[in-house]
C-alpha cells in the first residue's frame, strides 16, 4: 500500500483545512492509499519537524504534501532534497522573491505543485463587491464608495496574491476609494478587531473585502455590535467556502464566499498516485493552477 503524509499549518478541525482534509482522505480512500495528517497549529517551525520527522523515519511516506507555509517552503523542500523523498506543494506556492524555481529544477525531489489562481480569486472578490456596491442602494451614498481590505498573515502566498487581486480591481474603479488594506492572521477575532477599528478610522467604509470566510464572520459580529446592518449599511465578502461563510451567505449576512479550492487535495492525490503508479504527470505539466466559483447572497 501507498502512503501520503500531509501537513496541514493549522489544527484539527479548522473550517478550511478540514474540507481539504476530508477531500483528500476520500481520494485516498478510494484509491486505497494511506493518509497520514500533522497539525501544525500555526507553528512554521512545528511544521519543519513534523517534515524532518518523516523525511527519516524508516517506515516514511512515500511522498510527503505541504504547503509554503509562512515562507518556510524552501527549508521543507531542503529537508526532503537531502533525504531524497518526494514532495507535492498543494495550497501556498513560492513568490519569485523565494528564488525555487520550478518543481524538478533547483529541487529534484519537489515533484509537482497544484495551487489556485490565487490573484484571480482576490480579484473575483473585488469585482463581486464593487459591482454590488455600486448597483445596491449602497451606491446612493455619496461617490466614491470607500473601500477596505482584511487580509491574512503578511508572508502567506495566499494572502499576498489575494491582496494583489484587489489591488488590481481597484484600479480600474474610480468610483472606489481603497483606503486601507490591514492583516488579521486568518483570525476571526482579528478581523473583528480590524475592523472595528478601521470604521471608527473610515466611518464611511461600506465595502469590506476580506481574504477568508472566517474573517468575514468576525467583520460580521463586530458590524453587529456596532448596530449595522448587511446589505444596508456595507457588504462583505470572503474566500473558502467554510461551512461558517455558506451559511451567513445564505441568510444575507455575507454577499459572496469564493470557493472550491479545498478539492485540490483530492486532485493532488490523483496526480500522485498516477506518479506512484509509473505514469508521471510531468509529460502534461509539474505547475498546475485551479480556480474558484463564487456563491452570493440570494
Do not use: C
Amino acid at each position: 500500500m501507498y502512503s501520503l503524509a500531509f501537513f496541514a499549518p493549522r489544527g484539527e478541525g479548522d473550517p478550511f483545512w478540514g474540507l481539504f482534509i476530508g477531500f483528500m482522505q476520500k481520494a485516498v480512500d478510494d484509491f486505497g492509499v494511506e493518509l497520514r495528517v500533522h497539525y501544525a497549529e500555526g507553528n512554521r517551525e512545528r511544521m519543519s519537524q513534523q517534515i524532518a520527522i518523516e523525511a527519516t523515519t524508516k517506515n516514511r511516506a512515500d511522498v510527503l504534501v505541504f504547503p509554503n507555509f509562512k515562507k518556510g517552503g524552501e527549508k521543507f523542500l531542503k529537508i526532503i532534497e537531502e533525504n531524497q523523498v518526494p514532495a507535492f506543494v498543494v495550497n501556498s506556492g513560492f513568490t519569485e522573491d523565494e528564488q525555487v524555481g520550478l518543481p524538478r529544477e533547483k529541487y529534484k525531489f519537489w515533484i509537482g505543485e497544484l495551487l489556485p489562481a490565487e490573484q484571480d480569486v482576490g480579484a473575483l472578490l473585488a469585482e463581486n463587491l464593487i459591482k454590488e456596491g455600486l448597483r445596491s442602494q449602497l451606491a446612493s451614498n455619496k461617490l466614491p464608495l470607500e473601500m477596505i481590505g482584511i487580509t491574512g498573515i503578511v508572508s502567506d502566498y495566499a494572502a499576498i496574491q489575494r491582496t494583489k487581486g484587489l489591488q488590481q480591481v481597484v484600479k480600474d474603479y474610480p468610483e472606489i476609494r481603497l483606503r486601507q488594506i490591514v492583516p488579521a492572521n486568518w483570525s476571526e477575532d482579528d478581523a473583528a478587531k480590524s475592523f472595528s477599528m478601521l470604521k471608527r478610522r473610515y466611518p464611511n467604509v461600506t465595502l469590506i473585502w476580506s481574504a477568508s470566510d472566517v474573517m468575514a464572520q468576525g467583520v460580521i459580529r463586530s458590524a453587529k455590535i456596532l448596530g449595522l446592518v448587511s446589505g444596508k449599511d456595507f457588504l462583505v465578502g470572503g474566500i473558502d467556502w467554510a461551512q461558517a461563510g455558506l451559511q451567513s451567505v445564505r441568510k444575507g449576512d455575507q454577499h459572496v464566499s469564493i470557493g472550491g479550492h479545498f478539492m485540490e487535495g483530492g486532485w493532488a492525490v490523483v496526480l500522485i498516485y498516477d506518479y506512484l503508479k509509473g505514469s508521471d504527470f510531468a509529460e502534461l505539466n509539474l505547475s498546475w493552477r485551479s480556480s474558484m466559483t463564487s456563491v452570493t447572497a440570494p
